[in-house]
């Protein structure tokens, strides 16, 4: 099992800059797929980036991609996800999620509790 955590949200301007961590507990953590998604009010969860276990894939949904870069460092047992050119439509409760493969994220048990990220205009 693995447990998730997940801070760096927070409030900033149109066009600023966040960067989001996600730290994981256990010693498994660089067998896991990682992904980041988001919420919004009444809206449907989005996956917005996955990395593979070895870093060695990444994907990206189009909203994001060219803004947002996920990156790992097994290491430390931390997932990130730096976000530039941040746009008011990225206002959501953001989430990591951990998964056997990229393809299997969105149906794990592993979550974190999100993190809130707001965009002001």
């Known amino acids: 099992q693995v447990q998730l955590v997940e801070s760096g949200g927070g409030l900033v301007q149109a066009g600023g800059s966040l960067r989001l961590s996600c730290a994981a507990s256990?010693?498994?953590?660089?067998?896991?797929?990682m992904g980041w998604f988001r919420q919004a009010p009444e809206k449907e969860r989005e996956l917005l980036a996955a990395?593979?276990?070895?870093?060695?894939?990444?994907d990206y949904a189009d909203s994001v991609r060219g803004r947002f870069t996920i990156s790992r460092d097994n290491a430390k047992n931390t997932v990130y996800l730096q976000m530039n050119s941040l746009k008011v439509e990225d206002t959501a409760v953001y989430y990591c999620?951990?998964?056997?493969?990229?393809?299997?994220?969105?149906?794990?048990?592993?979550w974190g509790q999100g993190t809130q990220v707001t965009v002001s205009s």
């Open positions: 999620a951990a998964g056997r493969t990229i393809a299997t994220l969105a149906e794990t048990d592993y």
């Open positions: 256990g010693r498994t953590f660089s067998r896991y797929a």
């Open positions: 990395i593979s276990s070895s870093s060695g894939i990444t």
